[in-house]
């Protein structure tokens, strides 16, 4: 590794205000994100049901990015990034005022939990489109760096969280989550830079909405099948967030079912879990310094990166095997490795894509990646009904090995040319 020497400076005013104001709304989300779980497991009891609460934020994921995409790469991201969260700063004030009066009804909530799923999933295609505008040229890998570092800062608050829930329970947790939406809101109004992807599209031509809607989106899909890299990139993360997002998905119930295998523990299970998972938050964090100070040599980025998908994906299969001490070494192994895979992942890929295509692929890509983590979260939770936990992230992971092999040692060529670049 070498010593980066950007350009220019990274730590721009509109950088800046982008990066101060995702920190606060994700620090709000982490905080009622876990509470709502915790909450829904307790009342629900089931494991299934607890799944199907996921699921349900994860469903509009299938269908709202791609659609999002073609207005997104016609009108300003800008706008739509704060304007959401105006909304969102509604509906969980919104959430806090029924549950502070003692209100809860599962149905209820699953239909909320779609709701943000949706808003969530266009806020996510436009800020990922917007958000590389914001970084000076070659800096992209710093700035992801720094993008990545920002959840696991949100993360580390979920001790917190189940301390809150414990004591007083998940209302105030919502309130907070409200003023955070609204301070995130306030601070990206105030962002300078002038959009002009909305200048280069292509005419309209005469076509009304819906045509000019179906022809933008042909035009979208049909630059991803062209770019086979990106085409391999895309299949391979959609297949290995189903054993992601299955694995993970299990974590929570099976410390809560199984409190007696750490019963030499002065913790409750609930407890424990969110120290030893924040293991992870800690590897992903020291992985985002790496990635700010360091970069890794260009001609040995997608080599790096098959690497890391083998190992991230054999701890994600063995880690509930594994004693509590090495669970926290994989819990933080697993993170740092993860950090290291979506910064070489998503810096060479947003480099890549024009910013007058970039928000369709972008839509494409949550819609396909988020099939996976339905697929994932439903086969996990179905099959931990009727086999144990670890067992069913043994099986997932081995689904995901074989991906590696399938898309990306085969697609090894198409791949590295766009990884093995200087961004």
Not at 11 to 21: H, K
Not at 221 to 244: A, H, N, Q
Not at 328 to 349: D, E, P
Not at 398 to 421: C, D, E, S
Request: overall charge positive.
């Amino acid at each position: 590794m070498e010593p980066t020497k950007p350009k220019q400076s990274l730590w721009t005013r509109d950088f800046t205000i982008i990066t101060l104001g995702s920190v606060v709304s994700m620090i709000g989300n982490a905080l009622s994100g876990f509470a709502l779980s915790i909450m829904v497991l307790d009342y629900t009891g089931s494991t299934f049901l607890y799944s199907l609460f996921i699921v349900c934020y994860q469903l509009p994921m299938l269908v709202c990015p791609i659609l999002a995409g073609p207005y997104l790469d016609r009108m300003s991201r800008k706008k739509v990034i704060y304007r959401l969260d105006f909304l969102s700063a509604g509906i969980y004030f919104g959430l806090f005022l029924l549950l502070r009066n003692g209100w809860f009804s599962y149905p209820l909530l699953l239909g909320m939990c779609a709701l943000v799923g949706a808003i969530n999933s266009v806020y996510m295609v436009a800020y990922d489109s917007f958000y590389p505008n914001l970084i000076t040229e070659g800096n992209y890998s710093r700035a992801y760096s720094i993008s990545s570092m920002l959840w696991p800062l949100a993360a580390m608050s979920t001790p917190l969280a189940a301390l809150v829930y414990e004591q007083v329970g998940s209302a105030p947790l919502f309130a907070f989550n409200a003023l955070c939406f609204l301070t995130a809101a306030c601070f990206e109004r105030t962002i300078r830079y002038q959009e002009t992807h909305m200048d280069k599209a292509a005419p309209a031509d005469g076509m009304g909405a819906a045509k000019r809607f179906g022809r933008d989106l042909k035009e979208g899909l049909d630059y991803i099948r062209g770019e086979r890299g990106l085409l391999v990139i895309t299949l391979y993360f959609m297949v290995s967030g189903i054993s992601g997002n299955g694995g993970n998905s299990l974590h929570l119930p099976f410390f809560r079912s199984n409190a007696a295998l750490f019963a030499a523990w002065p913790l409750a299970a609930v407890t424990l879990y969110t120290i030893v998972s924040n293991f992870a938050v800690a590897g992903r964090f020291l992985g985002g310094l790496i990635h700010y100070k360091v970069k890794f040599p260009t001609e040995k980025k997608f080599t790096i990166a098959i690497v890391v998908y083998l190992v991230v994906d054999v701890l994600e299969g063995t880690v509930l095997y594994m004693p509590i001490p090495a669970m926290a070494a994989a819990f933080f192994f697993y993170g740092l490795l993860g950090m290291t895979s979506y910064n070489i992942r998503i810096a060479a890929t947003q480099s890549y894509i024009p910013d007058t295509k970039r928000a369709r692929f972008n839509g494409t890509f949550q819609m396909l990646t988020s099939l996976g983590g339905v697929t994932g979260t439903l086969l996990a939770g179905s099959l931990a009904e009727i086999m144990p936990e670890r067992r069913v992230c043994l099986l997932l992971s081995g689904m995901t090995f074989f991906a590696v092999w399938l898309f990306m040692f085969r697609g090894r060529k198409a791949v590295a040319a766009i990884y093995n670049r200087e961004v």
